[in-house]
C-alpha cells in the first residue's frame, strides 16, 4: 500500500500557516494554531454549530468571506419592539471578537470583507425611522461615508467589495439598486420584479445575484451592467440568508422551514437544513458557496445569537483530532 511519503515525495510538513495551493489528502501541521490538519473532500454541504454571537439578534448584516473569517454588524435585538443594535464583531472560525461600534444601531444592508466593509441605510432606533447614512469600516474603526441617497430599508440585498458594491431592494418593495464606487453611492439599473426588505444577494460586483423576497421566488441575475430576471427559487425563502461568488454559484439558506437552496447557474437544487431553522437573516455577499456563516436570526417570539457555519461540497481544510 503507498505511504503519505509515496504519494506527495514528502513527509508531513511543519508550517507557520496552512500551505496554498493545497491538494486533496495532503497533511501539515500548523505550528502558529498548534494544530494537525489535512485537505479532505465533503460530498454534501452541511451546517455546523459555531461560536455564540455575542447579541441575540435577527437581520445582522455581514461582511464575511469564508466560515472561518467572518465580520457582522447591527440588526434587531428586541422581539416584538424596536430596538436596534450598534455592536460589530470579528470571528476567526471558533470565537466572536467585539470590535468597535457602528456610528448607528440599524439593521444596515452590509457588504465587504471583515477588513473593508460598508454598512449602509436601514431603519434604526433610536430615533425610530429610516434613513440613508453609511459608514466605512477599515479593519480598525469606523467613519462616516456618503449617504445612499434612497434606503434600502430592513436588510436589502448586498454584496461587492467595499470600492465596487451594489445594494437592491428595500421597504417598501422596489426596484431600486444602489452602486458604490467607494466614494459615493450612484443610482444603479432597475431589476426586473420588486425586491423586498427580505431580498437576498450575493457575488462581485462584476457577477451577482438576487433573490426578491416576501413575497416571492423571483430570482434575478447581475451581469455587472443590468439585472436579468432568471429561473425562480423552488420555495419562497423571504428575509433568508444568502451567500455566493458569482450569478452561478448562489445559495439560500434559512427562513422557514429552515432548508437551503443552491443555484449552479442552470438549476436549483436543495441542500442541508439548519439545526436551528430561523429565518429573518442578513444578505452575505462575500462568502462563497462552499463556506459561509449563519448568524442569530428569529422565529416568531424569539431571537437567536447562534451561529452555524457551512461547509459546501468540495475540498475542505479539516483539523485531526483524538477523538
Same mark, same amino acid.
Given at each position: 500500500m503507498a505511504t503519505y511519503y509515496d504519494i506527495f515525495g514528502q513527509k508531513v510538513q511543519y508550517l507557520s500557516?496552512?500551505?496554498?495551493?493545497? =491538494?486533496? #489528502?495532503?497533511?501539515?501541521?500548523? &505550528?502558529t494554531s498548534n494544530t494537525a490538519k489535512v485537505q479532505g473532500f465533503v460530498a *454534501?454541504? &452541511?451546517? =455546523? *454549530?459555531? #461560536?455564540?454571537?455575542?447579541?441575540? =439578534?435577527?437581520?445582522? %448584516?455581514? %461582511?464575511?468571506?469564508s466560515a472561518t473569517s467572518g465580520f457582522a454588524f447591527g440588526g434587531v435585538n428586541e422581539v416584538p419592539g424596536v430596538g436596534r443594535t450598534n455592536t460589530s464583531n470579528s470571528y476567526d472560525g471558533t470565537t466572536w471578537t467585539g470590535a468597535p461600534t457602528v456610528p448607528q444601531g440599524a439593521n444596515h444592508a452590509g457588504f465587504g470583507t471583515p477588513t473593508a466593509a460598508v454598512a %449602509? #441605510?436601514?431603519n434604526a432606533y433610536p430615533p425610530i425611522g429610516t434613513f440613508d447614512n453609511a459608514y466605512s469600516w477599515n479593519g480598525t474603526t469606523w467613519s462616516n461615508a456618503n449617504p445612499m441617497? &434612497?434606503? #434600502?430599508? *430592513?436588510? &436589502?440585498? %448586498?454584496f461587492g467589495t467595499q470600492t465596487a458594491g451594489i445594494v437592491v431592494g428595500g421597504e417598501p418593495a422596489n426596484t431600486t439598486s444602489r452602486e458604490y464606487d467607494g466614494t459615493s453611492f450612484t443610482a444603479g439599473p432597475a431589476t426586473n420584479v420588486t425586491m423586498s426588505g427580505g431580498s437576498s444577494g450575493a457575488g462581485s460586483y462584476a457577477s451577482g445575484a438576487a433573490l426578491a423576497g416576501n413575497p416571492s421566488t423571483q430570482f434575478e441575475e447581475w451581469t455587472g451592467t443590468a439585472w436579468t430576471a432568471s429561473t425562480a427559487s423552488p420555495t419562497q425563502n423571504a428575509y433568508g440568508f444568502s451567500a455566493g461568488q458569482d450569478s452561478d454559484n448562489f445559495l439560500s439558506m434559512g427562513d422557514l422551514p429552515g432548508g437551503s437552496m443552491l443555484w449552479n447557474g442552470t438549476s436549483w437544487s436543495t441542500g442541508a437544513v439548519l439545526s436551528t431553522s430561523r429565518g429573518s437573516g442578513a444578505p452575505n455577499g462575500g462568502s462563497t458557496v462552499s463556506s459561509a456563516l449563519v448568524i442569530g436570526g428569529c422565529t416568531p417570539g424569539t431571537n437567536y445569537n447562534t451561529t452555524e457555519e457551512y461547509t459546501g461540497a468540495g475540498p475542505v481544510t479539516q483539523t485531526i483530532t483524538t477523538t
Open positions: 500557516s496552512d500551505p496554498s495551493p493545497v =491538494a486533496v #489528502g495532503q497533511v501539515w501541521y500548523n &505550528s *454534501t454541504g &452541511s451546517f =455546523a *454549530t459555531g #461560536g455564540t454571537y455575542p447579541v441575540t =439578534a435577527r437581520q445582522i %448584516a455581514q %461582511a464575511t468571506t %449602509a #441605510g436601514s441617497n &434612497s434606503y #434600502g430599508r *430592513t436588510n &436589502s440585498g %448586498a
